[in-house]
T-cell receptor
Framework: GQQVMQIPQYQHVQEGEDFTTYCNSSTTLSNIQWYKQRPGGHPVFLIQLVKSGEVKKQKRLTFQFGEAKKNSSLHITATQTTDVGTYFCAGRTSGTYKYIFGTGTRLKVLA | DVKVTQSSRYLVKRTGEKVFLECVQDMDHENMFWYRQDPGLGLRLIYFSYDVKMKEKGDIPEGYSVSREKKERFSLILESASTNQTSMYLC??????????????FGQGTRLTVV
């Protein structure tokens, strides 16, 4: 079945450093979403990518969708303590309603 | 403000009990989902529903069933709770695929402990 892997599982960075998490699917995706879950909270939608090679930015966050639509990345520039949490990707294949979530990357930012 | 509400934040049940987890959304969404979240495993889909009385198995449906009698309510049932079902359970809803943006809205989660 479809699998979505995320690396790294954990990342500790100093405040001000950059951070990247990578998402890889075993199958070609129709679209991919990214979510953020703060400690003790629930996942909150960040963005959706649909097109091959798409790049979207939200302030310090840059999201990319691979040309083959099988991988994606989230890059945070100059991390802040408010970026702490777990970041999940979620991919959907054509013809299905369901999204398969990645295993998540837990980010810790040291002040 | 859009809302997905789960009936309990914390729940402790005994092995063998029948457990009901309730989820209600106020966004008139067609799609509703039940996930469980375990450390290192991310969110795993248990069941989802794309319409009233319609349901499909996710990746880990064993030991669970669901009910969707009304559009706004999606219930997860543990027929006979076992200790390996101790987990965080998350309900979500989303608009139909045809709309383009299929952002999922999550409830606050139910932390279930089976003793």
């Amino acid at each position: 079945g479809q699998q979505v892997m995320q690396i790294p599982q954990y990342q500790h960075v100093q405040e001000g450093e950059d951070f990247t998490t990578y998402c890889n699917s075993s199958t070609t995706l129709s679209n991919i979403q990214w979510y953020k879950q703060r400690p003790g909270g629930h996942p909150v939608f960040l963005i959706q990518l649909v097109k091959s090679g798409e790049v979207k930015k939200q302030k310090r966050l840059t999201f990319q969708f691979g040309e083959a639509k099988k991988n994606s990345s989230l890059h945070i520039t100059a991390t802040q303590t408010t970026d702490v949490g777990t970041y999940f990707c979620a991919g959907r294949t054509s013809g299905t309603y369901k999204y398969i979530f990645g295993t998540g990357t837990r980010l810790k930012v040291l002040a | 403000d859009v809302k997905v509400t789960q009936s309990s934040r914390y729940l402790v049940k005994r092995t063998g009990e029948k457990v009901f987890l309730e989820c209600v959304q106020d966004m008139d969404h067609e799609n509703m989902f039940w996930y469980r979240q375990d450390p290192g495993l991310g969110l795993r889909l248990i069941y989802f529903s794309y319409d009233v009385k319609m349901k499909e198995k996710g990746d880990i449906p064993e030991g669970y069933s669901v009910s969707r009698e009304k559009k706004e309510r999606f219930s997860l049932i543990l027929e006979s709770a076992s200790t390996n079902q101790t987990s965080m359970y998350l309900c979500a809803s989303s608009p139909p695929l045809e709309g383009g943006n299929t952002e999922a809205f999550f409830g606050q989660g139910t932390r279930l402990t089976v003793v």
